[in-house]
């Protein structure tokens, strides 16, 4: 995608050299939402901390290095950062362009995955190894791509004037366009995954203005399914284990009911100001499975407190509050769709990952945007940064 | 791109971001409430829980303290025994979780896999015994009876027992220095239970789940002083149990040792002649029953005159303390426990209670001359006393005329006391009692009847002095079922039962004067006796028995003197008590007790003695001999085991002649004797815990004497001899089933 990115950025900057165009009165740094910005910075910062704290003395995955976690979580955000900026540069809209190939590419990713490519951890076949110890979730950038393909397809014909909202023919095609990745991430079987962009599909057609009947048809379709997906054992037993022991947390605590169980002792044993960074018993215990990734919120809970772990619930509302602004005040129903399509992702992935630690949603293996350990995770969740600001930026657009 | 104007955005589209932001923040709200609700609102309990995660205790148990008798003679210590333990979490690791290892350790020590594997099995609501009760953090002792060349296998070839250790551990042992035993004494050792630590937890000594608890005499009675306090490294641990870091360390305190008044060998002298002495009476036929007497228990108390400190106390029948070591077979428990056992592991000396007999008639006497008989007064000593057509008879119906209450004591002349018992009652109102002055009653608890004489041994019965109060109250426990026996029923049971129904409640004359002579329902124990003999002996004063006599920290530096304390003094002025001290000094000379004492140095040592037999509804007679001298008391008694001076003389005789070192003919050699003066000091630890104990020999210095030497225990029951520790004629006594001998 930077490469794609590079090549436009020449073609759009044609009369002004760079820095004249990033100090000019109109520069897109002065257009950016820099309160975002700073709050995503500062999830990235707080969830580096926590990743070190979480992995240490984790010797038997940091490889008797204590730093391996800490530096690549360092990298990763700074590839996160640039991939953002990459966004902001190419702009969202240039990207409409580009769309059906960067959705090819992703669904290539995700069927990738299913051929002896993919490797499975704890049960779900969602990775790519790639050698050197690096691994991409396809997963994560379907997110993207599915957005960007949803709001390509729905806003088509409003931005154009053509019509008022979606018609029944492209809300068809744009579910039709959602369905396929979904299903491939369905047989992952990556649950958590599928859930995220249901939720998005939803909020897509949501922003679009597409008739009622669509979402309460889907959010229909979504029940059966659920039902269906329950009735016909799709789930395996693992996933069916992590429901039983969210409905009952005392369930074998030993076994299924372990993780919530130490998650949110973890937790409350922090207290209003916590244990201390590095000093939470339980994070140095490593009571606690996947800490670093899908459990970091635990770190923060145990070691931050109340204090530590409410700033990151309240740097992610910060976030999406600006989101929200960005979503409502841009002009075209695109950057309308794809502002509501990230904001629901960010929503949801947040409330499932931290809900689940605090035992208050089912374990499912998603990663909590910006905080947790993951490249992927990272990378698509600071390109959607990049996107945001990308819609902020280039709101007047007749520039 | 189209120039659609801004307000080309439908309504419908803003309404939605506007549902959807909502919703997103009453997402987060909800995660917000979540969290305070985990942290703040229940945060304490989750900290708890956090805290139960990750610290784990490793315990290594205090070196419990010795208990040494009064010359620094370890009776229970420890013996260093190679414990073969196996770590749980070591076992765990391994991939078929311990399972060939531990059948391999069976292999080598010989045992079977199964039970080797029960042993180390955890316990829990499913699990049936043997399992571990214990920490499983904590090494499961397997066994401490390994053999050095088992435990070198196991230590040599450690990678093919990962997680077995075998080690030297300290280990209970009672010694039985010089013969003695003294098991009820010294009392023994069991694991702790759940229930125990759960109440000593906020006590000042919490217990641990690896300590083992003392279950009764010294080891109950001075427990928290001996078991020290047990050394527990906290380790911080992960979630595989991996140790990561320690945490508050205490180090452990040895426990103290214990210095008693005990003397090993004079302990070992009086079980020796206790046990004798119950055999020998076991060859004697009962003129009453005409069986040989049962001898079914008994007990001894040697006891210092001054000070109450126990020096020896035997109860019989006994067993091994060492039984209760490394916990007990189910087979041991069930022989020392079981209806045939006859209770070994009771200490009869303060457990078993029987009616006193004649040595009560110094209690009698003194109430007498408090009520305002005067002791040098002529009484009456018929061969018998008659109230209201009821013949109470003296022993042997012997008549010695007109004596006084000290010729009275050394005969035991019972119509004396029938006479003096019966006045009083008659002058309390008799069957009508109006104000009862009560003063053999009253004078019974002064001396500190019915109630614990406050020994520093758990467990010690009060006996009983059938006062007044006490008949009423037995009477309304019991009238039920009297009446409607006596309704029923027309024997002689059933005539005893009508006549109890009907008047039980009252004091009867024959009560009372059955009463006079320490028969019917009083009930005594033999530490309470050598308690009241003691007090006569030293003027007075009733001491608190005591056997424990300092209590020395391990390095000898802190040492707390158990000082002798006293409940009472008895209610007689100084001339009475001579008065009765001679009286008791021609007991042992010319007396019912002079021809146990025959050639004994009275100069020297001037000896004081009662006898007594008392009769128990349905058994043979009780059997009881209190004596002093002037530093010492000993009090005997045996359950059906005969008269006073002829099943317990002997045996007494020969604990004072080890004692003083006399020997048959009355000379006295200093060389031999074990104590001739109580001792003082104590035993001196040196700081690295070693005791300076004087040597003992083995076998003791033996008492001279023997049975053969004195008048043959025949003729005691022959009507040459003088005995005359009288019962009162069976017929007449209202007796009571449920007497009781112990």
């Known amino acids: ?399 | 791109m189209s120039n659609l104007p801004e307000t080309g955005r439908t309504s419908r589209i803003t309404i939605r971001l506007v549902v959807i932001q909502i919703l997103v923040f009453s997402l987060l709200l909800t995660l917000g409430g979540r969290l305070w609700y985990l942290q703040i609102r229940n945060g304490d309990q989750y900290t708890a829980e956090a805290a139960d995660n990750h610290i784990q205790q490793v315990v290594a148990p205090a070196t419990r303290g010795s208990i040494l008798d009064a010359r620094g003679v370890p009776l229970a210590d420890n013996e260093t025994r190679l414990v073969v333990s196996a770590s749980r979490t070591d076992l765990m690791k391994i991939k078929d979780r311990g399972k060939t290892v531990l059948a391999r350790l069976a292999g080598v020590l010989g045992l079977k896999p199964e039970d080797v594997a029960a042993k180390v099995r955890l316990c829990d609501a499913k699990t049936p015994k043997p399992c571990w009760a214990g920490s499983p953090y904590q090494p499961i002792p397997i066994t401490d009876e390994a053999t050095t060349q088992q435990a070198l296998q196991i230590r040599e070839r450690q990678e093919d027992f990962p997680g077995i250790t075998a080690e030297p551990t300290a280990v209970r042992r009672y010694a039985g220095p010089g013969g003695s035993n003294t098991a009820q004494v010294l009392g023994y050792l069991s694991p702790v239970s759940d229930e125990e630590i759960a109440k000593a937890k906020n006590g000042r000594s919490p217990l641990l789940r690896s300590d083992q608890v003392g279950r009764s005499g010294i080891e109950r009675q001075y427990d928290t002083e001996l078991r020290g306090k047990a050394g527990v490294t906290r380790y911080e641990v992960d979630n595989l149990g991996r140790v990561i870091g320690k945490a508050k360390s205490d180090k452990a305190v040895p426990g103290a040792a214990v210095v008693t008044s005990i003397d090993a060998r004079v302990q070992a002298i009086a079980e020796r002649e206790l046990d004798q002495a119950m055999k020998d009476a076991r060859k004697e036929i009962d003129r009453n029953t005409g069986v040989p007497y049962k001898a079914d228990a008994g007990a001894v108390v040697v006891m210092e005159s001054k000070t109450g400190r126990v020096v020896a106390m035997a109860s019989n029948p006994t067993y091994d303390p060492n039984a209760w070591v490394g916990g007990i077979s189910g087979k041991d428990y069930k022989e020392l426990t079981g209806k045939d056992s006859n209770y070994p592991l009771l200490n009869r000396a303060i457990q078993g209670q029987a009616a006193p007999g004649s040595i009560f008639k110094v209690i009698t006497t003194t109430a007498a001359v408090n009520a305002g008989y005067a002791f040098d007064d002529g009484y009456n000593c018929s061969s018998s006393y008659n109230i209201g057509g009821q013949v109470f008879k003296n022993f042997e119906s012997q008549s010695h005329g007109s004596i006084n209450l000290g010729r009275a004591l050394e005969v035991s002349c019972d119509t004396v006391f029938y006479d003096l018992a019966y006045r009083q009652w008659q002058k309390d109102g008799g069957n009508k009692p109006k104000n009862p002055a009560d003063w053999f009653y009253k004078t019974a608890h002064q001396f500190g009847l019915a109630k614990e004489t406050g020994i520093d041994l758990p467990n010690e019965v009060r006996g009983r002095v059938p006062d007044r109060e006490w008949k009423k109250k037995y009477w309304e426990a019991n009238k039920d079922t009297w009446c409607k026996q006596g309704d029923k029923d027309d024997s002689y049971a059933g005539k005893i039962a009508k006549e109890n129904c009907e008047s039980g409640m009252r004091m009867r004359a024959g009560d009372s004067v059955n009463y006079s002579i320490g028969q019917g329902d009083t009930l005594v124990t033999p530490i309470q006796m050598a308690t009241i003999y003691a007090a006569i002996s030293n003027g007075g004063t009733l001491y608190n028995p005591t056997v424990g006599k300092a209590v020395i920290s391990s390095d000898g530096k802190e040492i707390r003197e158990i000082k002798p304390t006293s409940h009472g003094r008895l209610p007689f002025k100084g001339r009475t008590r001579d008065q009765i001290d001679a009286a008791l000094a021609g007991v042992a000379t010319r007396g019912t007790a002079a021809w146990r004492f025959q050639g004994w140095p009275q100069n020297e040592i001037p000896m004081h003695a009662k006898t007594g037999t008392a009769e128990v509804y349905g058994k043979q007679t009780t059997s009881w001999f209190a004596t002093y001298t002037a530093d010492y008391t000993i009090v005997m008694t045996i359950s059906q085991g005969g008269t006073g001076s002829g099943a317990s003389g002997p045996a007494v005789r020969k604990i004072y002649n080890g004692l003083y070192g006399v020997d048959d003919k009355g000379k006295i050699d200093e060389k031999k004797a074990l104590l001739p003066h109580p001792q003082t000091g104590l035993p001196k630890i040196e700081k690295d815990g070693t005791i300076e104990a004087q040597p003992i020999a083995s076998p003791p210095p033996s008492p001279s004497g023997s049975a053969s030497d004195s008048p043959s225990a025949s003729a005691s029951d022959g009507s040459s001899a003088p005995p005359s520790d009288g019962p009162p004629s069976p017929e007449q006594s209202p007796s009571r089933k449920e007497d009781e001998d112990r």
């Open chain 1, 1 to 399: 995608m930077s490469t794609a990115g590079g090549y436009r950025v020449r073609r759009f900057t044609p009369e002004r050299g760079t820095w004249s165009r990033l100090t000019a009165r109109d520069s897109v740094l002065r257009r950016l939402d820099w309160v975002m910005l700073l709050a995503a910075l500062a999830l990235s910062a707080i969830g580096t901390l926590l990743v070190y704290s979480a992995t240490r003395n984790r010797t038997e995955l940091n490889q008797g290095d204590p730093y391996y976690f800490l530096l690549r979580n360092i990298l990763n955000t700074g590839i996160g950062l640039a991939l953002a900026l990459g966004a902001v540069w190419v702009g969202h809209r240039a990207l409409r362009g580009a769309v059906p190939i960067l959705y090819g590419i992703s669904v290539l990713f995700v069927l990738a995955v299913l051929t002896p490519l993919g490797a499975t951890i704890n049960g779900a076949r969602s990775w790519i190894q790639l050698g050197g110890g690096f691994s991409i979730q396809p997963s994560e950038f379907t997110k993207i791509t599915i957005i960007l393909g949803m709001a390509m397809l729905l806003a088509g014909k409003v931005d154009a004037g053509d019509r008022r909202q979606p018609d029944h023919r492209t809300v068809m095609e744009a579910l039709g366009l959602a369905a396929l990745p979904i299903v491939i991430i369905l047989l992952m079987p990556d649950l958590g995954s599928v859930m995220v962009l249901v939720i998005i599909v939803l909020a897509a057609l949501l922003a679009s203005g597409a008739s009622n009947r669509w979402i309460v048809g889907l959010v229909g379709t979504g029940v059966i399914g659920c039902v269906l997906v329950w009735q016909l054992g799709v789930l395996d037993e693992y996933q069916i284990n992590r429901f039983a022991a969210f409905a009952n947390p005392a369930l074998d605590p030993a076994g299924v009911g372990y993780n919530t169980n130490q998650a949110r002792i973890a937790i409350g044993s922090g207290g209003l100001t916590g244990s201390g960074l590095f000093h939470g018993s339980q994070t140095t215990g490593q009571f606690v499975p996947e800490q670093q990734t899908d459990f970091i919120f635990t770190v923060a809970g145990e070691e931050l407190g109340f204090v530590g772990a409410g700033a990151i619930i309240f740097l992610l509302g910060v976030v999406l509050w600006r989101a929200c602004r960005i979503a409502r005040e841009t002009t075209e129903l695109y950057g309308t769709i794809v502002a509501a399509g990230i904001i629901s992702w960010f929503a949801f992935q947040s409330f499932e990952n931290i809900g689940m630690t605090l035992g208050i949603m089912p374990v499912t293996g998603l990663p909590l945007p910006f905080v947790s350990y993951g490249g992927s995770s990272m990378f698509a969740a600071w390109i959607a940064v990049g996107l945001l600001q990308s819609i902020k930026a280039q709101r007047p657009m007749s520039a």
